[in-house]
Nanobody
Framework: QVQLVESGGGLVQAGDSLRLSCAASGNTFSINTMGWYRQAPGKQREFVAASRNAGSTNYADSVKGRFTISRDNAKNTVYLQMNSLKPEDTAVYYC??????????WGQGTQVTVSS
């Protein structure tokens, strides 16, 4: 099992930056991918960014050029640096990991609110 604890959400103004963190514990040696989804009110959860063990990353088109995902493998932590935030980025952000190539674990979510 892998457990995830997120931090870093908050209320900011449009154009500001935030950095989210997600620390994994438990069977961290089995982690293949770490990443982020988000869910806005009344909408389905959507993919934001992912980082794979081989070093590759990918992003949703809506955040490319503004968000950066990174990992500190020594700390089993994944970060999401969010720049040039927009009101439409307002959502609950969920960290996730894929471990043992097939299991998915989720964090509890952290609220990000961007005011215009």
């Amino acid at each position: 099992q892998v457990q995830l604890v997120e931090s870093g959400g908050g209320l900011v103004q449009a154009g500001d930056s935030l950095r989210l963190s997600c620390a994994a514990s438990g069977n961290t040696f089995s982690i293949n991918t770490m990443g982020w989804y988000r869910q806005a009110p009344g909408k389905q959860r959507e993919f934001v960014a992912a980082s794979r063990n081989a070093g590759s990353t990918n992003y949703a088109d809506s955040v490319k050029g503004r968000f950066t995902i990174s990992r500190d493998n020594a700390k089993n932590t994944v970060y999401l640096q969010m720049n040039s935030l927009k009101p439409e980025d307002t959502a609950v952000y969920y960290c996730y990991v894929v471990h043992n190539d097939r299991y998915v674990a989720w964090g509890q979510g952290t609220q990000v609110t961007v005011s215009s």
